[in-house]
Nanobody
Framework: QVQLVESGGGLVQAGDSLRLSCAAS????????MGWFRQAPGKEREFVAV????????YYTDSVKGRFTISRDNAKNQLYLQMNSLKPEDTAVYYC???????????????????WGQGTQVTVSS
């Protein structure tokens, strides 16, 4: 069993910053690629950022490039998403996801990830 638990969401104003965390526990995954996704009300879950298992390769959706930074601490089994210059359109539930046995590839589709957290709400007011 693998558990992913997100934290760090909240209500902020446009231009503010938030740092999301995702703690992994349970069964150890082999070479897990990790991703952040988000889902706004009435919309499909969308890719935000991905990081490979070693942390050396990252990839972002265009709308967050230059504002968000994904990182990981494998020793602590933690995944992070630093979000700066937040905009109202960033409002969504943010989910972390894990894909074991990953290669150095940009896994951007939700169906590629078998493990998910419960999500944390991020609300950005204008």
């Amino acid at each position: 069993q693998v558990q992913l638990v997100e934290s760090g969401g909240g209500l902020v104003q446009a231009g503010d910053s938030l740092r999301l965390s995702c703690a992994a526990s349970g069964r150890t995954l082999i070479k897990p690629g990790m991703g952040w996704f988000r889902q706004a009300p009435g919309k499909e879950r969308e890719f935000v950022a991905v990081i490979n298992w070693s942390g050396g390769i990252t990839y972002y959706t265009d709308s967050v490039k230059g504002r968000f930074t994904i990182s990981r601490d494998n020793a602590k089994n933690q995944l992070y998403l630093q979000m700066n210059s937040l905009k109202p359109e960033d409002t969504a539930v943010y989910y972390c996801a894990a894909k074991p046995f990953s290669s150095d590839y940009y896994y951007t589709t939700p169906s590629e990830y078998p493990y998910w957290g419960q999500g944390t709400q991020v609300t950005v007011s204008s």
